[in-house]
């Protein structure tokens, strides 16, 4: 589904260059469950963004469902952007002044897709999402937890390869933060999507299928849930974030 392979990226202050991501290599497959943590500075935003299509990078290759996004005009990649990624952010970005159901239907509005099918398809996501309840409020009327849960129906909405979720939980408190992860394991369960979420919270990572450790710019470390209960699963990531810290005698 994804391959990144000797990622490249570096910025320029002045005369100085920054290099923050040192030849990266991953992969996600289809219907993975995804987390990337590492500390700050360690490269885990610029990551999502190059994947996103939102900057450039410097070297390397990142193929998408197949396709190879580098070289790409402005055109393509915003196609790539609305057809075949999906975004969820720790600020929900919904429009205020739309209701639930319409903040779902947004990409498929925006292609200029009107249809009976594409309502039928918000009110199946709002089904599965459980906020069919609300799909008449506006966000001023929900909860973090519920507006989080919009955002990943909006970005399911025209069944992208792929969700990349900026820390999704970042403003939430445990019980939304639960709400959230739930969402995301009914998108991979009932819908076979394939999720990629940078986050801090080893709570969160910890009910992901594998979790990639950046320090430096570069893959430290990948750690896999198999068969691990959650809660040892995040035993298993706070020793490796305090091993990768240097915190561990």
């Keep these: 589904m994804l391959q990144v392979k000797g990622l490249h990226k570096s910025y320029k202050v002045g005369k100085t260059t920054y290099e923050v991501l040192k030849g990266v290599d991953l992969t996600v497959a289809q219907g993975e469950f995804v987390a990337v943590m590492g500390p700050s500075g360690s490269g885990k935003t610029t990551l999502l963004n190059c994947i996103s299509c939102y900057i450039p990078f410097d070297g390397g290759q990142i193929t998408l469902g197949g396709q190879e996004l580098k070289n790409l005009n402005e055109n393509s990649l915003a196609k790539v952007r609305n057809q075949k990624l999906g975004f969820v952010f720790q600020d929900f970005m919904l429009l205020d002044g739309l209701s639930v159901l319409d903040n779902i239907l947004l990409p498929r509005i925006i292609g200029g897709d009107t249809s009976k099918a594409m309502e039928q398809r918000g009110n199946e996501l709002c089904e599965i999402f459980g ?59 009932k819908l076979s999507a394939t999720i990629f979420m940078v986050t801090h919270d080893s709570f969160s990572a910890s009910f992901c299928d594998r979790v990639i450790m950046l320090k430096d710019g570069t893959v430290y470390r990948c750690l896999e849930k198999e068969k691990k209960e959650r809660g040892a699963f995040q035993d298993e990531l706070l020793e490796a974030i305090k091993e990768m810290s240097g915190d561990v005698a």
């Design 131 to 189: 906020i069919s309840q609300m799909k008449n409020k506006y966000p001023a009327e929900i909860s973090g937890g519920e507006k989080q849960r919009t955002a990943v129906a909006r970005a399911l909405m025209n069944e992208p390869l792929m969700i990349l979720a900026d820390e999704p939980t970042g403003n939430l408190d445990s019980k939304s933060s639960r709400a959230v992860i739930s969402s995301f394991e009914d998108a991979r369960n």
